[in-house]
């Protein structure tokens, strides 16, 4: 069985900066591609970024120059570094990642979810 926990959500001003973790944990032989994806009040949940496991990536529009994604893989934990936070990154987030167990069966898995909420 397979396990994602995240982290690092949170309150923050506009301009700020946030940091989002999710590790995975469980049976688990590789991890191909990780990715973020957020879901506002109202709308449908949305690609942010993602990385494959080779290290090659990419954003959604909206957050490129602001936001990076990056992977430790002795860790199975992806990171979103968020910077210059606008209100309209106000979401929950989820983190996704590809998974291959040691029998071989590839499944996508997602994380509960973290609020992140840009205010004054």
């Known amino acids: 069985q397979v396990q994602l926990v995240e982290s690092g959500g949170g309150l923050v001003q506009p301009g700020g900066s946030l940091r989002l973790s999710c590790a995975a944990s469980?049976?688990?032989?590789?991890?191909?591609?990780m990715a973020w994806y957020r879901q506002a009040p109202g709308k449908e949940r949305e690609l942010v970024a993602d990385?494959?496991?080779?290290?090659?990536?990419k954003y959604a529009d909206s957050v490129k120059g602001r936001f990076t994604i990056s992977r430790d893989n002795a860790k199975n934990t992806v990171y979103l570094q968020m910077n210059s936070l606008k209100p309209e990154d106000t979401a929950v987030y989820y983190c996704?990642?590809?998974?291959?167990?040691?029998?071989?069966?590839?499944?996508?898995?997602w994380g509960q979810g973290t609020q992140v909420t840009v205010s004054s």
């Open positions: 996704n990642e590809h998974i291959t167990t040691p029998q071989l069966v590839i499944s996508d898995y």
């Open positions: 469980g049976s688990i032989l590789s991890i191909n591609r």
């Open positions: 990385i494959t496991s080779g290290g090659s990536t």
